[in-house]
């Protein structure tokens, strides 16, 4: 006979019955152990990360939810003996496993099956559905950021602070990274001392604990200092967490992480915790200053916008990213303002920030509420975006930055692309965008592109050339009906690996957190120090050392609009095709060194609905140029294509001189087929290159090398 479910309710009272069993705290200790601590050997590898993927690993919000029941009544610290231990974890582990499978159940059981048949039905619009994915998406930052952008966030509150707390944020902010190291080498000891005591006497705890002199001397900050920041962020003398009665009430766990033990030493299980308050509980102690409130709630905004600013400023140069730009009719009348402006050669991104975030009734499932935060955060921002969007579009207005001087905008733009940004960490934010996100795109303005802070700093830290950045940015909006995961770290991982492309032919993607453990692992190197891989094998490493990927830099020093379509296409194309056409490229390149002769050589990218043309010659502009037009164009109709690219090529250096781009729809047209009745198919790559192979051939050994290198052949490229 089938086991009957229980209702979530029933489970997480037994559950809340467990935490408070004596010497709970060992088994938590041991949970935070065995699910957050990387081991790993010399350098670190994005398979030493693979276990904190597992399902059978508690998230976050579990082990907080563990930590919050246990507050519920004094702690009880003696060690239990290792069978009562073990019962409760694997009593523990069961009853957040029935949990789970008990919220998951809900949803359907609050379906209407009146409602199923109608038209646009969605079944994962209601509270019930979005509850799940709420408390169990993945974490959308990385505790560095967290812990490195709280001083941006809060620099402007610094003088509150100082006068209401003691410190200053930025002295926080050490605090929380000497902690956090200290907690590095605890645990390391703790591994080297758990394989020689009896089983008896093991525990996790030491690990977690730590005194004010500790974290003072490890820092080297004042302990005055120390302990003002760590009691700031202590569970209150006497709490008992009374109001942490349901799965989504609030939990005093997470906002003040750090629990004082008897000892006066305090008690931290997940750094992560620590770094999040750090930058979220700020805003809400400022919130409770009913005359300070209002300047916070400006610093907050002021903070999103400047941030966007400086991470785009990094991809795109200061001339081409503008903050605050207002947008009029006539001299008086204004229309709107963007946030942030990017422009690049004919594309545009329009930015517009947001500091609103989920609140807690949203968590519980509250269907108004969920909707209503989600209008605050996300669709208001994505309808202010829209409306500057559509008025760039339309081209007749005025632009003016926040001193009052004009602003031009190309002529025309052949992409704007929205982006809505969010300040704090918003659970199952792509998900929640998915279903609830209305807009309005057009053949120029793309779909939105809904991130928070941390995504931005990933993508600009990761994808930090214009057309790497952009070209992302374009199927990312592109393919937002098509792709499922928790976080958009995962889908930027992916792409880093593998090109982020859809077919038509699929409908939906949904990709697995652990796709993130090559990002998660060359963040970790490049923001934390850790030994390892910066950069994952793929896109960022293949493509860059292909004579396409210097087409492709060559064309973002200078962003001609002619050019710029082309490096878009480029960066689509599959690993194979890249290295067959570079190949071609640079055997064709050394064979006008051989021969002196000019050369050209046409190929066809991507499905055929597109191709690229390059002439190799040192001839005038007024010459080069108007050859290259009508190659390209007599290629482009024989080929049936929509679109054809064409560059010319300096054959001594491989320099990008010039580019065009044919961009029509294609029609039969009786002059033209006169004009390329005797024109030949493109030469397949296969066959360039064997040419290129036989020319190669005729060099002798002790000629100059075909390369240029001013070495002899047979010490070059030879072998």
Not at 211 to 228: F, K, L, M, T
Not at 240 to 265: G, V, Y
Not at 398 to 423: E, T
Not at 508 to 517: E, N, Q
Request: hydrophobic fraction near 40%; aromatic fraction near 10%.
């Amino acid at each position: 006979m089938a086991k009957t479910m229980r209702a979530e309710q029933e489970i997480f009272d037994e559950l809340a019955g467990l935490c408070v069993s004596p010497g709970y705290v060992h088994a938590i200790a041991y949970f935070c152990y065995r699910d957050n601590i990387i081991r790993y050997s010399g350098e670190m590898k994005a398979e030493d990360m693979q276990h904190l993927f597992s399902k059978s690993r508690l998230i976050r919000t579990e082990t907080s939810t563990l930590i919050g029941l246990m507050l519920k009544s004094p702690i009880e610290y003696t060690l239990p003996q290792p069978k009562v231990l073990k019962t409760y974890i694997e009593a523990t582990e069961a009853l957040l496993d029935e949990i789970h499978h008990a919220m998951s159940a809900s949803f359907g059981q609050d379906i209407d099956t009146t409602t199923i048949a109608e038209a646009g039905f969605n079944p994962f619009t209601n509270g019930a559905a979005l509850r799940e994915p709420i408390f169990y998406s993945g974490e959308s930052a990385y505790s560095f950021q967290y812990r490195d952008f709280s001083p941006a966030k809060y620099a402007n509150d610094d003088p509150w602070l100082i006068a209401n707390k003691g410190f200053s944020i930025q002295e926080a902010r050490n605090v929380a990274f000497a902690v956090s190291r200290l907690q590095d080498e605890k645990a390391i000891a703790i591994t080297r001392a758990t394989r020689e005591r009896p089983p008896e006497t093991l525990t996790f705890l030491p690990g977690n604990a730590f005194s004010v002199q500790e974290v003072a001397n490890y820092g080297n900050i004042d302990p005055v200092i120390v302990d003002r920041v760590l009691s700031a962020f202590a569970v209150p003398p006497g709490a008992t967490n009374e109001q942490f009665k349901a799965l989504h009430d609030f939990n005093i766990a997470n906002a003040s992480p750090l629990i004082r033990m008897p000892d006066s030493n305090f008690l931290l299980f997940q750094i992560y915790s620590l770094v999040e308050a750090l930058y979220e509980a700020p805003f809400y102690w400022m919130g409770a200053d009913k005359v300070y409130v209002s300047t916070a709630m400006q610093n907050r905004g002021v903070f999103v916008e400047q941030f966007a600013v400086e991470r785009l400023r990094q991809v795109f140069g200061a001339e081409n990213v503008l903050a605050n730009i207002d947008i009029y009719q006539s001299k008086d009348t204004k229309l709107a303002e963007v946030d942030v402006l990017v422009l690049f050669g004919n594309r545009a991104l329009v930015l517009q920030a947001k500091s609103k975030r989920l609140t807690l009734e949203a968590r519980r499932g509250n269907d108004l509420q969920i909707k209503e935060d989600f209008k605050k955060s996300i669709q208001d921002s994505n309808d202010q975006a829209y409306r500057c969007a559509k008025l760039i579009e339309e081209g007749k207005y005025s632009f003016k930055d926040s001193a009052g001087n004009a602003v031009q905008l190309p002529a025309r733009l052949k992409r704007i692309y929205v982006i809505c940004l969010v300040s704090d960490h918003y659970p199952a934010l792509s998900f929640q965008a998915r279903q609830f996100l209305k807009f309005a795109a057009s053949d120029t303005i793309s779909p939105p592109f809904v991130m928070d802070v941390f995504a931005l700093d990933a993508m600009t830290e990761m994808l930090d050339s214009p057309l790497h950045f952009l070209s992302y940015v374009d199927r990312r909006a592109g393919y937002t009906d098509k792709l499922m995961a928790s976080h958009e770290l995962t889908i930027l991982s992916y792409h880093l690996k593998q090109n982020l492309w859809v077919d038509d032919a699929h409908t939906m993607v949904v990709l697995d957190d652990d796709i993130s453990a090559d990002l998660d692992l060359a963040m970790l190197v490049r923001r934390e120090g850790v030994v390892g891989n910066g950069t994952p094998e793929g896109i960022l490493t293949r493509f860059s050392a292909t004579a396409l990927g210097r087409m492709v830099k060559a064309i973002e020093a200078r962003p001609d609009p002619a050019t710029i379509d082309l490096g878009f296409t480029l960066l689509t194309l599959g690993e194979d095709t890249v290295l067959k056409v570079s190949a071609g490229i640079e055997q064709i390149a050394r064979l006008g060194i051989v021969d002196g002769r000019n050369h050209d050589v046409t190929v066809g990218l991507g499905s055929g609905g597109t191709g690229l043309t390059i002439h190799y010659n040192d001839h005038p502009i007024d010459v080069a140029g108007p050859a290259l037009q009508r190659h390209c164009h007599a290629r482009k109709y024989t080929q049936h294509a929509q679109t054809w690219f064409g560059v010319c090529v300096r054959p001594s250096d491989q320099a990008l001189r010039f580019g065009l781009n044919l961009d029509f729809p294609w029609e039969q047209d009786d002059t033209m087929d006169a004009l390329t009745k005797n024109m030949g198919k493109p030469v397949k790559l296969t066959a360039l290159l064997r040419e290129a192979a036989k020319a190669r051939t005729k060099v002798s050994r002790n000629d100059p090398c075909p390369c240029g290198s001013g070495k002899k052949y047979k010490k070059c490229c030879l072998g």
